[in-house]
């Protein structure tokens, strides 16, 4: 089976799941997200990319309890998991090997 | 306060949104719409609704087959399985049922297709509703003739006065064959001469050259058929046509062919009016004196009103015309609408015509789709009762009564539209032989709007009605009462069924009879004798300009072949007349009588040739120099004369002998063979229209035809030899009764089929709510026999009743329609002897299917019950 791929939005989604912690759902990592990156995010797209990547593995998810705000929906939590930092580990060294590449004199 | 994120983008969301991801999108929304919310409301409402928008993506989309939640769609798959299995359960009664309706539907169809065409006649003339044809009612005798011969000063008289009135003034001769070549190719086709501005009346499609192509008598407009035969690919217009070989006309115009429902449909090329004024002298004196031998066709001006027109010109002839006067003469205008569907009069007044067939056939088709579905609901209604089991079973498991009342519905229309797939299948495949059946032109209407609606609404109302007997009554059990067994069927169905079963053996028996008749009274016609010897006749028609004094040379050449025996010219074909006189008069006629007669030109020898039987006195003869003022008249004549012994007298014109008789000859039949023979004048003179010839029987026909064609073209190479056996022509008359005749056939066929499919719903009925007697009976030691009686006596009784109300009433529709027919024959008692039999041996047959069955039964298996 083909290696599970991970996209430039996902892998920023995967960051900040993995940063947030157990306190990761649709609305933090959109706020948190926005933050960081400066730029308006639209919900839909967290959504989109959640759902991916626990279809592929990297993260797993759980309701937390219900609350009186968000009219009474129940926060869906997810955490990375092993592979889901595998993944990130892998991504993370082969950025790091490629820019090790880079000629230093070429910015003189 | 409370906020709320925009309702319907929520609703959107929940509806499309899968089950495992609505909570979370949801509350991520929501707060996200909360948060903003408090910035600025519209602003979060915005964005929430779009974001909603962006949710609507493949991998949050639901699956809409059958959903987790979705029980109904469960059910819904369940009853199509049911109904499914039950048809194929009962194979024999699923077939003849959705059988019975296919058929309906089919007859229904194929007849509203058929009344469309009729009503859509002449529609597409785009003036369609301001054209009409100048007619004229005359007086003879105390009674009105309508016709639509007009004369030429009339036309002048209404282009001077009443020009306003009028858009257009159209003179027209009769549609007649001509003979058209061009290089090589010769044609025999229809055509007429129309005025200038008759080609924009009609508003016809010019596919290439002008519209107004009429202009000047050397022109000739074509359709566009006759463009391709005469030219092929070439470009026709400016070319030379050559017609009757005598008048070289140069091609004007083309236009689309128009369709067969037009009463112009059979007009296939136009040739100016003023050719035919050019040409023939006797028209150009026309001009000044009241002959009425032409057409006059108008549009009217767009503010004229007809009746006001009509009022206006009424009186014309009278007052311009002595003897229009004297005979009272009026005319009037019939619009195009009227063509086609009202073209009968009887004594001067609209005495319907084909209306009164687009009528009678839409009450047939609504009655035979209408005893489809009667006998279609009875069929289903009879076998529901053994779903009551089901009902039963789906009850105590808790469905609901409105779950049945759909299961049921369900079924029904599973049924219906089966049936309506299976109609409309049949009239693709049999609309070809509809078509050329009934000598029109069709399609299936799969672009029609309006003909799928009615399609719809049909099948729902039919599985409506259909489905709800068992929908709404069976559905109403209480479960335990279904599960026993023990329930009834209100007595008024049985009586409905009965009354049903009654009226539709009663038309059946009334078609079959009718329907006979028909069969003799189309036999009796062609058995009648002629009075001529139509064996072994041919009739070559030609054109009068073409073969104007050429008859002596054909007839030398002809008979030198040794191709036939015998010659003869004549104005009129052998089977009709073409030509009559009024006003003649004689020795001993009653005063102030108005006389009529069909007169015929013939040559010397038309008696010899055509065999005709010479009752009194002698036959023509060319030795005889004044049998040229002589006159052979018929038997009919001599009765209507009053003339004991009429050779050697006279008869008179203007008050001057005029003709002497020479003889009598038995009666011909020339016109319509159940008619009486029309009292008939033949005189010798020219101007004939066919040539009439006695083949050689010593010769093969094959052989002879040969000849004559080799020995025609020798002398007429640029007209097609165009001949027609007299016996086949003959045979022609009996047509139209004998399409009548198949038809009657089909449809008492058709109801025949029907009034079964109704028996059987009722005899199964009966069955079904009488087996647990039939089962004690049997018990008790009733014989197979005994039995059987038992049941079948009930429908013979009914069938019985049928016969008692059909012969009276298809004694009426005998007599009503026999009253056309003069020479008629009475309905024999052996046909009503027949149709009787006929009825009860078809019901013994169809409910003995039935009762034997029940009869063979084990007691056990129908007692076992209770």
């Not at chain 2, 009503?816 to 052996?830: K, M, S, T, V």
Request: glycine share 6%.
């Amino acid at each position: 089976m083909k290696e599970p791929s991970l996209g430039e939005f996902e892998e920023l989604v995967l960051l900040m799941v993995a940063a947030l912690h157990d306190e990761a759902y649709g609305v933090a990592i959109l706020e948190e997200l926005e933050e960081k990156l400066n730029k308006k995010v639209n919900i839909s797209a967290i959504h989109v990319a959640l759902k991916r990547m626990e279809d592929k593995g990297f993260v797993k998810s759980r309701y937390g309890g219900i609350t009186a705000d968000r009219g009474g929906r129940r926060k869906k939590f997810y955490v990375i998991t092993a592979f889901g930092k595998n993944a990130l580990d892998q991504q993370y060294a082969l950025r790091t090997s490629i820019y090790q590449q880079i000629p230093k004199i070429s910015f003189g | 306060m409370e906020i709320h994120p925009p309702k319907r983008a929520l609703k959107f969301l929940r509806w499309f949104c899968r089950e495992d991801f609505l909570e979370e999108i949801e509350g991520d929304l929501i707060e996200v719409f909360e948060k903003q919310h408090k910035v600025s409301p519209s602003r979060a409402r915005r964005k929430f609704r779009w974001s909603v928008i962006r949710h609507f993506r493949p991998e949050f989309i639901k699956t809409f087959t059958i959903g987790q939640n979705s029980i109904q769609l469960a059910m819904l798959k369940n009853y199509f399985k049911t109904s499914y299995r039950s048809l194929l359960r009962n194979k024999g009664y699923s077939f003849i049922n959705i059988s019975g309706l296919t058929l309906g539907m089919a007859v229904a169809m194929m007849i509203g297709l058929w009344v469309n065409h009729e009503l859509s006649y002449n529609t597409y003339h785009e003036n369609y509703d301001r054209i009409a044809q100048v007619m004229r009612n005359k007086t003879n005798n105390g009674i009105i003739y309508t016709s639509h011969s007009q004369a030429r000063p009339l036309e002048f008289i209404l282009r001077e006065e009443f020009g306003d009135s009028f858009e257009h003034i159209i003179m027209g001769g009769w549609l007649t064959d001509h003979v058209l070549s061009h290089d090589q190719v010769t044609l025999t086709q229809e055509g007429n001469y129309l005025q200038e501005g008759a080609p924009q009346m009609l508003g016809l499609d010019m596919l290439s050259g002008v519209i107004n192509g009429l202009d000047e008598p050397n022109k000739i407009m074509l359709s566009r058929s006759t463009a391709i035969a005469l030219f092929g690919a070439k470009d026709p217009i400016g070319e030379i046509i050559r017609m009757d070989n005598s008048y070289d006309l140069i091609v004007s115009g083309i236009y689309a062919d128009l369709p067969l429902n037009t009463t112009f449909g059979p007009t296939q090329f136009i040739v100016p009016w003023s050719l035919l004024v050019s040409s023939k002298e006797n028209v150009r004196a026309d001009e000044t004196e009241w002959n009425t031998l032409y057409q006059i066709f108008v549009q009217l001006a767009d503010h004229a009103d007809i009746q006001a027109v009509n009022d206006k010109i009424r009186r014309i002839p009278s007052e311009k015309d002595e003897d229009e006067a004297e005979s009272n003469t009026e005319i009037f205008l019939h619009p195009m609408k009227d063509w086609h569907l009202r073209s009968n009069w009887k004594n001067g007044i609209q005495a319907g015509g084909r209306i009164q067939y687009v009528i009678l056939f839409s009450i047939i088709g609504a009655f035979v789709l209408f005893l489809a579905c009667i006998n279609f609901m009875n069929l289903s209604t009879a076998r529901s009762q053994r779903r009551a089991k089901e009902v039963g079973i789906r009850k105590s498991i808790g469905s609901h009564r409105g779950q049945l009342i759909g299961q049921f519905l369900n079924e029904s229309f599973f049924v219906v539209i089966i049936a309506f797939l299976l109609a409309v299948g049949i009239i693709v495949v049999f609309l070809p032989q509809f078509n050329s059946f009934m000598k029109i032109r069709v399609d299936f209407p799969w672009d029609s709007l309006a003909f799928w609606i009615i399609s719809i609404a049909f099948v729902l109302v039919t599985s409506l009605l259909a489905g709800s007997y068992p929908a709404f009554y069976l559905s109403s059990f209480r479960p335990i009462q279904a599960l026993k067994g023990s329930f009834k069927a209100g007595k008024g169905a049985g009586l409905s069924r009965r009354i049903l079963v009654v009226v539709q053996f009663a038309v059946s028996i009334t078609l079959v009879i009718c329907t006979l008749f028909i069969f003799r009274q189309v036999q009796h016609g062609k058995l009648r004798p002629t009075g001529y010897e139509r064996e072994g006749l041919i009739q070559v028609r030609i054109q009068q300009d073409a073969f104007k004094n050429k008859y002596d040379l054909f007839k030398n050449a002809f008979l030198q072949s040794g191709a036939v025996l015998e010659m003869s010219g004549t104005h009129s074909p052998l089977t009709d007349v073409w030509w009559g006189s009024s006003g003649l008069t004689w020795e001993g006629m009653p005063a102030n009588f108005r006389s009529n007669f069909d007169r015929i030109r013939v040559s010397h020898d038309y008696g010899s040739s055509i065999q005709w039987e010479i009752v009194r006195g002698r036959d023509f003869s060319r030795d005889i120099a004044s049998d040229s003022l002589a006159v052979i008249i018929n038997e009919s004549a001599a009765a209507y004369m009053g003339m004991e012994d009429p050779i050697g007298k006279t008869i008179d014109a203007n008050g001057t002998p005029w003709r002497t008789i020479i003889g009598v000859v038995k009666d011909m039949v020339m016109q319509s063979p159940y008619q009486t023979v029309h009292q008939t004048l033949y005189t010798i003179g020219g101007g004939f229209n066919f040539y009439t010839l006695r083949l050689n029987p010593a010769n093969s026909t094959q052989e002879n035809l040969a000849r004559l064609e080799k020995v025609f073209k020798s002398i007429m190479p640029q007209v097609p030899f165009n001949f027609e056996f007299v016996d086949e022509a003959y045979a022609q008359k009996f047509r139209g009764e004998e399409r009548v005749g198949s038809l009657a056939w089909v449809f008492t066929g058709l109801a025949i089929f029907i009034s079964c499919l109704g028996l059987f719903g009722l005899s199964s009925f009966m069955v079904e709510q009488r087996l647990k007697e039939i089962g004690i009976r049997k018990v008790l030691g009733a014989s197979v026999l005994s039995l059987w009686r038992l049941l079948v006596k009930d429908f013979v009784t009914l069938v019985v009743i049928a016969c008692f109300i059909a012969v009276p009433l298809a004694f009426y529709f005998v007599n009503d329609w026999g009253q056309q027919f003069e020479y008629r024959i009475a309905l024999p008692w052996w046909v009503i002897l027949a149709a009787a039999t006929a009825a009860l041996s078809i019901t013994l047959f169809t409910v003995s299917y039935q009762t034997l069955r029940a009869v063979n039964i084990t007691p056990t298996e129908c007692l076992k019950d209770e």
